[in-house]
């Protein structure tokens, strides 16, 4: 029987409860597919700093390290932010992505014909939309130094640096223009070339990696036009690959597209390793009232299937039960819409595990 360690990390908010549910899928795909899925559980983020002083564990990043993949569900809340910047639970998650080396993060946006009213956007606008973005994550003013705040002349100023070296964006290129080669050979590369200097180098470093993959398209746009284009025009996007903080923003907008962030799943590669997490946050004003939406995660699940332990056939019929419960009318209240059944966090969690159990290959 084969098997496959992974790392469960939930974290803070709803991260439990939805994790909870993408367990209760890989329980039933594991059976179906007779593996085995080692499921160790560690804590991160606020949950961790609560039980042991620090936002990211030794043991947590050494259980990392040693899995095959990690499945994470979110971090944050209101009662750790008056920590010291270093002890918050974004550290950890940060801390996160740096030890495993996670440099490319993939964000797939997909609007399911069935929720295709629970967007603000006109359904002419946004019908059949399937675009990805590919976000670098370990460069940009989240890494940069100088940071930090200081007092000069008598006055507070704050300081983070946007650093990119051309290693990184070449790094970041050749996987978009792999993706792109994967689906229509579109590639979109989004910087601010006219103002900010770093990325007039992500630009050239971009154009020069394109040059080996001569049967991708690509195109360059600057960040604001990018922006309006995605609400203005989304249909003309395949893969889109920016810098860290653009697609930190770009990839929440996009979710606007699904209707609802809890339908956007994502995946953080590295070298040998790869994480899965929801692109939501963790929500603490609605966790333990069982209306969060796990679909994100579970689809984080079905990315973790096909990337990371080589199961596309199971991640494709993970994906074919998500959208056979909302196609059957079932919905979380983020996603409600009029003559739909409301369903809470458990239930919708379990409604996949059904279909998963029964749909056909």
């Not at 550290?91 to 929720?115: H, K, M, Y």
């Amino acid at each position: 029987m084969r098997q496959y360690r992974i790392a469960v990390l939930p974290g803070d908010g709803i991260g439990p409860e939805i994790v909870k549910e993408a367990r209760k899928v890989l329980g039933v795909v594991a059976e179906r597919a007779g593996v085995r899925f080692v499921m160790e559980e560690g804590l991160v983020g606020g949950a961790a700093y609560d039980r042991c002083g620090a936002p990211l564990p030794d043991e947590v990043m050494e259980l990392a390290l040693a899995s095959d993949a990690v499945l994470l569900g979110a971090v944050g809340g209101p009662q750790w932010e008056p920590l010291d910047y270093s002890l918050r639970p974004e550290r950890g998650l940060l801390g996160l992505r740096s030890g495993l080396g996670l440099f490319a993060n993939l964000r797939p946006v997909v609007v399911f014909e069935d929720l295709i009213d629970a967007s603000p956007l006109k359904p002419d606008v946004i019908r059949g939309i399937d675009l990805l973005i590919v976000r670098e994550l370990l460069g940009d003013a989240y890494f940069g130094k100088p940071r930090g705040v200081r007092v000069e002349n008598g006055q507070r100023i704050g300081i983070n640096t946007m650093v990119y070296t051309e290693a990184e964006i070449r790094r970041i290129a050749k996987v978009a223009f792999v993706l792109a080669r994967g689906r229509r050979r579109k590639l979109l590369s989004v910087d601010k070339a006219n103002v900010l200097e770093v990325t007039e180098l992500w630009r050239d470093v971009v154009t020069e990696t394109g040059r080996n993959y001569p049967d991708v398209e690509l195109r360059h746009m600057y960040v604001d036009n990018c922006a309006m284009q995605l609400i203005r025009n989304p249909g003309q996007f395949d893969v889109i690959v920016t810098t860290n903080m653009f697609g930190d923003i770009l990839s929440d907008e996009a979710s606007m597209l699904t209707g609802s962030l809890g339908m956007l799943p994502s995946a953080s590669q590295g070298e040998k390793t790869a994480m899965y997490e929801p692109s939501h946050g963790s929500a603490p004003d609605i966790a333990g009232k069982n209306i969060a939406n796990p679909l994100a995660t579970i689809l984080s699940a079905a990315m973790m299937l096909r990337h990371s332990l080589g199961m596309p056939e199971e991640a494709a019929i993970v994906e074919k039960a998500v959208r056979t419960v909302l196609k059957e009318g079932f919905r979380t209240e983020d996603i409600r819409q009029a003559g739909a059944v409301v369903v809470g966090t458990a239930e919708m969690g379990d409604l996949v595990a059904e279909r998963v159990e029964t749909l056909p290959a």
